[in-house]
């Protein structure tokens, strides 16, 4: 994006608009002019060009294909739901667009089209998500502005966005623009009006169940700081206890306002000048493995996107602690090699997977790293052995470790083919490739290994998009021959439902196997668990989220150990 708006009658004005969320940026353009650009909005992905390389994923157009609707004039994303505001539309009533992403596709699908009743409102100036919870805000109507907080299956339409509530401006008379902006996480909505009192700005504060089940109250208003310029609170962010609210820029001051809301909402802790200079590594996209005492973290954008896998012990440095071990660097220190992808770690041997380019191209290769503990000197993890793959091989992609075995997935793109390699250990010390499993089912486009699990004699192989619907494949050690590792069992989504993603996370424990589908039921997931019975894998139990909430992703991840079993939900509503 380059240049402001223009405020050229004969050229097009409106409002740019960004949110981000893990990998993903949106950009929102929102031109309203006749003559000019329709409005549009852009997602970025960390990885669309290439490794740790900025592309366009996909690109949203206005559904009333209008030059005055300032499509995109604000935009808001949360795990797989995007919204986007359209305040010019229908004559400056407005509208705003909820899409929901297809896992399966890759795909942004319009899902409801949201909006109010009252003329030249400005409905769509502000938007916010989280989890179940959109708020929209529409600064023009008639009480000095207004907010909207819609709820997911609201009115119990599944998948629907139903209105909750609406937030009239606290402050009376009129001529303010209450809803100018919105915030949202969990069960505080934060509005702005930047033309409260005189012009100098106010933010307030609601939460749920203040003054009842139900009901969202005003617990704070927080006027601007005494000797600041107009405009408080023209943008807001809300994440957690930390609220930030900054001055309109066109006031000529730059500050921006840092809030603790922890324990009930406090005067401001900290003013932010804007600063001159940043630098930010990314820690996001993470990978963890536990076995005993010992966590491994590895964070592959960390450090320029070398990446960096981080070893925690318990008790370092006190009883109970868990304390820092040891950190391992990207043993040839390049850029976007995204070493700490995958991580897995039993006993002394850990095991962490990377996915470096092939020198001089733009092609994956991947990579693995074994690490032994005490190797090369007491409290040391030493590099035992490495092993880099070939162009567009992804080697490294899921690792498993368990014993004298490794599994390593290549989620190979064409005209590489999909496997696992098997590693095993050999006098006097090393790891041997063994044995390659192909792609089964003659297809390379089902992520056969995105997902892999190794237990003793077991293995388990996830591919989630098979057939649209996703299966799991499970070997045993010595099926068909010494040494060999045959298919014993193909287990099919059980809903046989296109979207389900069945077998993108999977653990396996003795004769107890999880599989998960996380977008089962619009995203809100399942967990099924199968008993090695005389028959063979059995399903013996269909877990859902406990607490009955929808689209929380349950089973993005899981693990089970004994009689034990984690499971992620990460779009759970309160995080």
């Keep these: 994006l380059s240049g402001p708006p223009s405020n050229n009658a004969t050229g097009p004005s409106g409002k740019y608009s960004l949110a981000v969320y893990g990998n993903t940026v949106v950009a929102g353009l929102g031109f309203a002019s006749a003559t000019g650009a329709i409005g549009s909005v852009v997602f970025l992905d960390r990885n669309a060009a290439g490794v740790g390389k900025w592309g366009v994923q996909a690109t949203l157009n206005d559904p009333q294909n209008s030059g005055l609707d300032c499509y995109g004039c604000a935009v808001a994303i949360n795990g797989n739901t995007a919204v986007v505001g359209a305040s010019g539309a229908s004559s400056s009533q407005g509208l705003a667009y909820v899409y929901s992403l297809t896992l399966s596709t890759g795909n942004w699908q319009l899902a409801a089209t949201l909006s109010n009743s009252q003329a030249n409102s400005l409905f769509g100036s502000s938007v916010a998500v989280n989890g179940d919870t959109i708020v929209v805000g529409a600064p023009g109507t008639s009480m000095g502005g207004s907010a909207y907080l819609f709820g997911r299956n609201q009115g119990g339409v599944i998948g629907s966005w139903g209105l909750a509530k609406t937030f009239a401006n606290p402050a009376t008379g009129t001529g303010k623009s209450f809803g100018s902006s919105v915030a949202v996480d969990g069960d505080c909505v934060v509005v702005s009006d930047p033309a409260a009192g005189s012009n100098l700005g106010s933010v307030y504060a609601f939460l749920r169940n203040q003054g009842g089940a139900g009901v969202w109250g005003l617990i704070t208003t927080t006027p601007g700081p005494s000797g600041t310029a107009y405009g408080f609170g023209a943008v807001i962010a809300l994440s957690g206890n930390t609220l930030i609210a900054g001055i309109n820029p066109y006031s000529g001051a730059y500050d921006a306002y840092l809030y603790d809301l922890s324990g009930g909402f406090v005067s401001a802790t900290t003013t932010l000048p804007v600063p001159e200079a940043t630098a930010n590594d990314s820690s996001d996209d993470i990978a963890v493995a536990v076995n005993g005492d010992t966590v491994v973290v590895g964070v592959q954008y960390a450090n320029n996107a070398q990446g960096q896998t981080y070893i925690f012990e318990r008790n370092q440095n006190g009883a109970g602690h868990w304390g820092l071990a040891a950190t391992l660097g990207e043993p040839a220190a390049t850029s976007n ?51 880099m793959g070939t162009s567009n091989q992804f080697l490294g992609a899921a690792v498993a470790v368990n014993g004298g075995t490794i599994a390593v997935a290549e989620t190979a793109s064409y005209p590489a083919s999909p496997g696992v390699q098997i590693y095993e250990l050999r006098p006097p010390g090393s790891w041997i490739p063994t044995l390659f499993l192909s792609v089964q089912n003659g297809s390379p486009d089902n992520d056969y290994g995105t997902s892999i699990a190794l237990d003793g004699d077991t293995l388990i192989v996830g591919a989630h998009s098979y057939n649209n619907q996703g299966t799991a494949y499970i070997y045993n050690r010595n099926q068909g021959g010494a040494e060999q590792w045959g298919l014993v069992s193909t287990l099919a989504d059980p809903t046989a439902v296109a979207g389900d993603v069945f077998g993108w996370s999977v653990s396996v424990d003795g004769g107890t196997a999880v599989i998960s589908a996380p977008g089962y039921n619009l995203l809100s997931g399942r967990v099924y668990v199968y008993s090695n019975q005389a028959t063979g894998w059995t399903l013996v139990a269909t877990l859902q989220d406990p607490t009955g909430t929808l689209h929380t992703q349950f089973g993005l991840a899981v693990s089970i150990v004994g009689d034990s079993m984690v499971v992620g939900a990460p779009y759970y509503p309160i995080g």
């Excluded at 039993?346 to 290769?365: E, H, I, M, W």
Aim: charged share 10%; proline share 4%; hydrophobic share 35%.
């Design 337 to 387: 090699d995204l070493f700490g992808h995958a991580v897995s770690i039993d006993g002394d041997t850990l095991v962490v997977g990377a996915l470096p380019l092939t020198p001089g191209t733009n092609n994956v290769a991947g990579a693995i790293y074994i690490y032994g503990r005490d190797y090369g000197g007491q409290g040391k993890w030493g590099l035992v052995q490495s092993s």
